[in-house]
């Protein structure tokens, strides 16, 4: 198979299972899978089973799957990087220079009794009107430095700096506040304003007041008051399989198809009628069969075989000649009429074996007859060796050499015995019109 061929399977297959399609190219197709898809292909059992016990609602995985591995990955690292956060992840760019993992908010003295500043970290730094003042914010992190004496001060990202037997905490999406004290010194200044929280800085004395940027609601919690930084979003996970030839994830896409379709009910999509009417279907039992001829060497034939419930024909190779040239649908169509069957369905599948035993009697089996002689033949040497070795063996040694013997001859006699295996592949009935099922 190439690689058109695997994408047809591939989208024919979630087609079936009703999957829903994320995304769509070339290279590969993400998609959010059905119940029934899912429970096939993520082997989530454990999962399935409590979801069924409890009742609770299902979620199924997203998944993509890659027909082309070089060109996905090459479209992959060709996508430029959007939006802000960390470097390194999908729609995030990279930190720009001195903004590495943390953010030092540094407020310098303001003359006493005059007015106060303000800076916001977004992602850069401003400076305040002394010059002193800076601000700035790092990859989803920010830390307070303050040289206070008596102050402590413990930053978000988690880096702490002790002077003295007090101390105040800044987590991400708070703000500390740093005044000018007396002698150049700095000290805490007023609690910045917030709802219901405090009031405004007392007047008369400079205040300069760094808010760093965070999540609404992760300033009170465990999380944000010990690591500093709380994600707000759960990025899903979605797994990425390379779909090629001989893969595994192909593999186990060709078994689910073989296990869950073994056997369908189809209906041709009906077309116009010469009078008008109702057109009448006819009801064709189709089997294919596999036909394996097999001794040292195998050769293996399908047969696609069908026989109208109502009228008893028997037609070869139903699906390349009948099938494939007709449009079917798994719904029953409006506005047709059945034809009654004839053949009960077990007389119909006696009929197809019977006409696939004919069809190998017809063969010509000089194949069976040389693999014959070559049985003979295997069979005389192992005799002839192990004829030998028993006569000369201790009797101590007879029992396993003659267990030996035994295990050979069954093996010779299953590879070079000549034999015909015939099998179902799979089966279904086609509802087809009746004058087309007849052309």
């Not at 494939?324 to 047709?336: Q, S, V, Y």
Request: aromatic residues 8%; proline residues 7%.
């Amino acid at each position: 198979m190439n690689a058109e061929q695997i994408r047809s399977f591939v989208h024919a297959y979630l087609e079936a299972y009703q999957c829903d399609i994320v995304e769509k190219a070339p290279t590969h197709v993400t998609v959010k899978l059905s119940v029934e898809a899912d429970k096939e292909l993520t082997n989530r059992a454990y999962y399935w089973g409590f979801v069924e016990r409890t009742g609770a609602p299902a979620e199924t995985m997203t998944m993509t799957f890659v027909f082309d591995p070089p060109a996905y990955q090459a479209l992959k690292s060709a996508k430029p990087f959007s939006g802000g956060g960390r470097p390194g992840q999908p729609g995030q760019p990279a930190a720009g220079p001195g903004a590495q993992g943390s953010a030092a908010g540094l407020a310098s003295a303001a003359p006493a009794g005059g007015g106060s500043a303000s800076s916001a970290a977004a992602g850069g730094g401003a400076a305040g009107p002394t010059g002193g003042a800076a601000a700035t914010t790092g990859a989803g992190s920010a830390s307070g430095i303050g040289s206070a004496s008596g102050a402590g001060v413990v930053g978000a990202g988690g880096i702490a700096a002790r002077s003295g037997t007090s101390g105040a905490a800044v987590s991400s999406g708070t703000a500390a506040g740093y005044r000018s004290a007396p002698g150049g010194q700095m000290g805490p200044s007023a609690p910045a304003s917030r709802p219901g929280i405090g009031g405004p800085p007392a007047p008369g004395t400079g205040a300069v007041v760094s808010a760093v940027q965070g999540a609404p609601g992760t300033s009170d919690s465990i999380l944000g008051r010990y690591f500093g930084f709380v994600p707000t979003t759960v990025t899903a996970r979605v797994p990425t399989d390379d779909v090629t030839f001989g893969s595994r994830r192909l593999q186990q896409l060709f078994q689910s198809a073989k296990t869950r379709g073994r056997f369908v009910r189809m209906f041709e999509e009906p077309r116009e009628t010469a009078n008008g009417r109702a057109p009448a279907y006819e009801t064709w039992l189709h089997v294919n069969f596999k036909v394996e001829l097999v001794c040292d060497m195998k050769r293996s034939e399908v047969h696609s075989l069908a026989i109208g419930l109502a009228s008893g024909i028997i037609r070869e190779r139903f699906f390349e000649e009948e099938l494939l040239k007709r449009k079917l649908t798994a719904r029953l169509p409006d506005n047709i009429r059945l034809l009654p069957d004839v053949l009960p369905y077990g007389e119909a599948a006696a009929r197809l074996e019977a006409h696939v035993e004919q069809t190998v009697r017809s063969y010509d089996h000089r194949w069976a007859e040389l693999a014959g002689e070559h049985l003979r033949e295997e069979l005389e040497r192992i005799d002839a060796y192990y004829g030998t070795l028993l006569q000369n063996a201790d009797p101590e040694q007879k029992p396993d050499i003659e267990a030996q013997y035994d295990n050979r001859k069954r093996e010779i006699d299953w590879q070079y015995r000549p034999r015909i295996e015939v099998s179902v592949i799979n089966c279904g009935f086609f509802h087809l019109q009746a004058e087309a099922a007849q052309t």
